[in-house]
Structure formats: structure tokens, C-alpha cells
């Protein structure tokens, strides 16, 4: 279903009853890449998922920053009748809901993050992704979504994914052909990792239960996940025996597993 926060609608997924969780996907993602962990956990819980700004059903917004998706969540939240919510996201999403922890804790019961960060640390580096993010853009509206999602499944990043059955791995290509390169570029103009407040100054300030979820095989963000650790008042670091970036795709069960165990 649609569900208005002004100016935007977003696409909204329910499944389940009890405590709220809501999921926020990474780029190129969509709703669907939390299936399995919708059907493993509704049991236990209000599974919302949504569609990010330029991803999927919610399509095209215009680009839009971390600081106007956080407000847009917000809204989200109160019009489903919640206080606070228990919040999950992967990747972007995880950015995306570490930046809401950080604008809005207030309205944060627990905090998950899935292979993420706080952003960069210095100037110089974000002026850098951006730079490299503009490209990516440029390759996305000018070569089209084929030849991008191409590109992004032969990043390092995703290689521990060509051990997953055909079938998976032939979903996930549909779920990133199925979005618009409009949409993508207008992801990466507004939420990219370069244009995102840096949060890692403000770690030592938040504080909220979180957990943090990597996959053994995904060395850059072990480390990041790591310092992460050090900084929080309250956190818990799991590291995925085998996994790599998107360990909820490629161990289902043990990251549901984990994260129901956070949860209660």
C-alpha cells in the first residue's frame, strides 16, 4: 500500500503481529530482499517494510537527503500509531536508520545495522565518494540499468553471493533491473554515502541498545562494524560465520535468529 508523508508517498508492507520492526533496504534493494526474514519472524513481531526514496513501487521523488528521509520516517511512524519502533536496516538502509537514531531517538526502541556505517570521517573523503558516486550516476543515465546492475554484481563487495542457489541469485538480478535509473541516480544524489551527515563523532552519544550484524567475509566493514563497537555505549557486534555483505540474503535463518534474540 501508499502511504503519504506530504510532498511523497512511500510503499508500505505489513506482515505479522507484535512489537514494530522496520526494515529499510540497501541500494538496489527493495521490500522483497527481507521475504525470508518477514516469514521467519511475523510470527513475533509487525513486520513494516518500505521502499526507499527511488527504489522500487516508491520510484522516483526527486533526490532526496538523509536529513528529508528521517523527517519522512517520522511522519511514517506516527501515522501508523507508534511512539517508538524497533528499527532494522541494511547497507544504505542502515545509514539511513542510523541517521534517524540520530535525529530522532526519541522515537527509537532498539537499533539494528546490517553491514553499514555512520558515513565518512572527513571532508576531503565524502568530497571524494561524491566525485565517485557522480560517475555512477552518470553510468546509470547514460548506459541504462543493465549494464549498471552488470557493474554492481561484479563489485568485490557482493562475489560471496555467486555461492547462493541460481534461483536466488536470479532474483536479485530482477529486483535491481526492476528500478528506474532515474530513481538510482537520484538515490546516490541525495543519500549517498558522500552527501550523508558523518555520525561518528555523535557514536559516543547515542544512547540506544544496537546491533551490529556483518559477515565474517566482508573485511572492509568487520573493521568498520569494530570501531563502531569501541565508540557505542550499548552495542553488540555479531560477525556471521561465511557471510558476506548482505548477510540476511545469505544466511537467513542465523540472521533472523540473531536478531530475535536482540529483540526479546
Known sequence: MYVSTGPRKYWIEEKGAGPPLFLLHGFTGSSFTFKKIKAALSSSFRMISMDMPGHGKTGETGPISMEEFSADLKALITQFGYSKVHLLGYSMGGRAALSFAMLHPQHVET????????????VEEQVARQSKD???????????IPSFVDYWEALPLFKTQNRLPEKERIEIREERL???????AESLEGMGTGKQPSWWKQLPNLNKKVLLITGEKD???VKLNQKMHDLLPVS??????GAGHAVHVEDPRTFAKIVEEFML
Open 111 to 122: 537499533l539494528m545495522l546490517e553491514s553499514s556505517s555512520p558515513g565518512l570521517v572527513t
Open 134 to 144: 557522480q560517475h555512477h550516476i552518470e553510468q546509470l543515465l547514460q548506459k541504462g
Open 178 to 184: 526492476s528500478h528506474t535509473a532515474q530513481g538510482l
Open 219 to 221: 573485511e572492509k566493514f
Open 236 to 241: 553488540e557486534l555479531v560477525k556471521v560465520k
